[in-house]
């Protein structure tokens, strides 16, 4: 069960946990270090991945989850060790005697521990059939005050990406920044009126204890109070800056993954199923490491149920193919006019390739084709 071949398999994706030490080194000691998380997530990471290329090679998918455990155990063991420095962090700040730009930039770093590493192992949890790792998951989720992902990505992303429906897909042409202030918009009450439509099909009020909604108020309510007890009015400024730059890793990462794709419309508010080539995919490796193979995302909405190690990644006859890793992609996207320039040219190859019968794509891009049904 504990074979040292399955430890050395597992240990690479153990990398995200050296951003717990920087994390804490940023809050004691301040300066030049605060800048240590954003660099190795958004400098040094991208890096390796030049170094150690890409990684074609696919798991068995036939593995059982017992000879998966020390794969499982990193996203069972990041939750608590996130929560407990954000929180030891937040106190060191507000107690230190830091310059305004120290603070920023270390809350900066913790949002990006909790967005590019807690809400991912947060994605993969929620994903799972143990109640206590959807639980971990949630835990992960509200503690970026962002709870609701859960719902609106199990109930609407997955079953209605790449259509209308689905606020998460970005539109062909459709700048990072408008999709961030969409989906902020958009996403809570999609979710509001998913869980509510479960419940009614059950027969029960929106009221119900069953709401998810009661679990991510009250723990979301949780962490502001913890915030605000070990530091006051600072410590919440803090705790809530963090969450946002979690909340901006996140919505980033879900811009890039589905940018300018479509599924077939068949008439009559009918698309078809989910294949790989709805998805970008990349198999940079270092980048997977770090983000639990995230980026094979093709392979996670062909079998959304599929744990990260098992994930398989895919050809360029089978689907649509990132220059580069997500670090690369989401700096190109915080510069539309540069994300464009890369980004466009490989949607309407991606069309003439997957879809060659469609003409007139000027539907698809509006967003004026019928709601799923």
């Not at 799972?128 to 959807?134: H, T």
């Amino acid at each position: 069960m504990f074979s040292f071949r399955q430890i050395v398999h597992a240990a690479p994706f153990f990398l995200s946990l050296t951003l717990i030490p920087l994390m804490w080194i940023g809050g004691a000691v301040g300066g030049w270090t605060v800048f240590l998380v954003p660099l190795a997530s958004w400098v040094l990471y991208p890096i390796l991945d030049v170094a150690f290329g890409l990684n074609a090679a696919n798991a068995d998918t036939e593995t059982p989850d017992e000879a998966l455990v020390w794969h499982r155990l990193i996203t069972w063991i990041w939750g608590p060790l996130q929560i407990v420095t954000v929180f030891a962090v937040i106190a060191m700040l507000v107690r230190s005697e830091f310059a305004v730009w120290e603070m920023v930039v270390v809350t900066f770093g913790l949002g990006i521990a909790s967005g590019a590493v807690g809400i991912v192992y947060a994605h993969e949890l929620m994903h799972q059939g143990p109640v206590f790792e959807r639980r971990l998951g949630d835990l992960l989720m509200t503690s970026v005050l962002y709870g609701h992902f859960r719902s609106e990505h199990l109930l609407v992303h997955h079953r209605y990406v790449c259509t209308p429906r689905d606020s998460v897909t970005a539109r062909y042409n459709e700048g990072f920044y408008r999709f961030f202030a969409r989906v902020l918009g958009q996403c809570f009450v999609s979710a509001w009126r998913a869980e509510v439509a479960k419940l009614a099909r059950a027969k029960r009020p929106f009221w119900d204890r069953t709401n998810p909604f009661w679990r991510y108020g009250v723990l979301q309510a949780a962490f502001l109070g913890f915030a605000g007890l070990i530091g006051g009015w600072l410590g919440v400024a803090l705790f809530l800056g963090h969450a946002f730059v979690a909340i901006w890793q996140l919505e980033l990462i879900n811009y890039i993954e589905h940018y300018g794709l479509s599924r077939r419309h068949l008439g009559d508010g009918k698309y078809e199923h989910v294949q790989p080539r709805h998805s970008w995919n990349a198999s940079h490796l270092v980048s997977n490491w770090f983000l639990i193979n995230l980026q094979r995302h093709s392979d996670h909405h062909f079998k959304p149920d599929r744990r990260y190690p098992l994930l398989q990644t895919y050809t360029l006859d089978e689907a649509p193919q990132l220059p580069f890793g997500y670090a690369v992609m989401g700096t190109l996207a915080m510069v539309p006019p540069l994300w464009r320039r890369r980004m466009n040219p490989r949607v309407r190859a991606w069309r003439r390739q997957f879809y060659p019968d469609i003409d007139d794509w000027s539907a698809y891009k509006a967003g004026t084709l019928p709601m799923p049904r």
